[in-house]
């Protein structure tokens, strides 16, 4: 028997078993790797991001966090973020970091944030921005407003790759990420229209190519070449596959709104694309997610990064 997405939203998908708090929780993604970390241009784009995120995000959030910091900035209710302290960053810090959530550090809440840019880097390492929302998102800015956004901030980031769908939420911090990582792998089969997301390894690993997809996948032309560039790609597209152009790239839809599937049965648009960006993906043979059997850990994130291979 298929969910909604609603229905799946209404409790917790994973809870830690010593706290009992939430470790995931079903709501919407966006997920920006780009390069050129310590670009002026690059901090501001993060800047006006976060902008319309806290905008957006009126009264939720209740604590934040900046390069520096060794602990978290609480809010009252109904305050803002001060995005004044982001300034420094873009001239004058090293580094770019800024964390924010609607629940306390350990706790999964739908409205999150979590983002950095390295001045000094590993070759290949990418910056990241994630942006997480609840459902009801698409009843403030609706499906267009939310893939206009995302393409957007694609625009202004010049990504290397990105995706935006259904996700599960973890905690904004980086301990409570890394715990609920090795407990959602059961929903991630249940669900293979979920995009999950393991920030530092995908910053680390994806240097060169992406991920996976899901309903909106930002690629740059330089990954695309992997595959003989936009002009091999394009014409095959299945024809529930849109795209469009970005700054450094092309956005690809697949289907007319994010899905969850079902086990052993993804949504068939996003098959679609994942055949056509098959070439695309980076060759990584490590952990993302853990083996919910306790087998091999390499082999299940390698399970999980296919699913849309056909």
């Not at 993604?29 to 002026?40: I, L, N, V």
């Not at 957006?56 to 978290?72: N, P």
């Not at 394009?234 to 790239?249: A, F, Q, V």
């Not at 092309?250 to 694309?273: D, M, R, T, W």
Request: charged share 20%.
């Amino acid at each position: 028997m298929s969910v909604s997405p609603k229905e799946l939203s209404l409790k917790p998908l994973v809870y830690f078993e010593r706290s009992g708090e939430p470790a995931a929780v079903l709501g919407l993604s966006m997920t920006f790797y780009f390069g050129a970390q310590g670009k002026r241009e690059r901090r501001l784009g993060l800047i006006k991001a976060l902008e319309q995120f806290c905008q957006q995000s009126e009264g939720q959030l209740c604590q934040y966090m900046i390069d520096g910091d060794k602990s978290y900035r609480k809010l009252n209710h109904g305050e803002r973020p001060d995005l004044t302290l982001l300034s420094p960053m873009v001239d004058e810090k090293p580094d770019f970091q800024f964390n924010a959530g609607s629940a306390l550090e350990g706790i999964a809440s739908p409205w999150s944030t979590v983002s950095l840019a390295l001045k000094v880097m590993r070759i290949n390492r990418l910056g990241y921005l994630l942006l997480t929302y609840p459902l009801s998102i698409l009843d403030q800015i609706g499906s267009n407003g939310f893939i206009r956004q995302f393409a957007t901030i694609c625009n202004d980031l010049e990504v290397e790759h990105a995706y935006a769908g259904l996700s599960p939420v973890f905690p904004h911090g980086v301990g409570g990420q890394n715990a609920a990582c090795k407990l959602i792998g059961n929903t991630l089969m249940n669900y293979p229209g979920l995009d999950a997301s393991d920030l530092n390894t995908t910053a680390l690993g994806f240097g060169d190519g992406i991920k996976s997809i899901n309903f909106l996948t930002a690629v740059s032309h330089r990954l695309l070449e992997k595959a003989g560039g936009a002009q091999a790609i394009l014409p095959g597209l299945d024809s529930r596959i849109w795209h469009c152009d970005y700054s450094n790239g092309i956005i690809f839809q697949a289907g007319e709104k994010p899905e969850l599937g079902s086990l052993n049965h993804p949504p068939a648009a996003y098959v679609a694309l994942g055949k056509a960006l098959k070439g695309v993906r980076a060759d990584f043979n490590k952990t993302m997610f853990y083996d919910p059997e306790g087998k091999d850990h390499k082999a299940f994130s390698q399970r999980w990064l296919s699913r849309f291979d056909g």
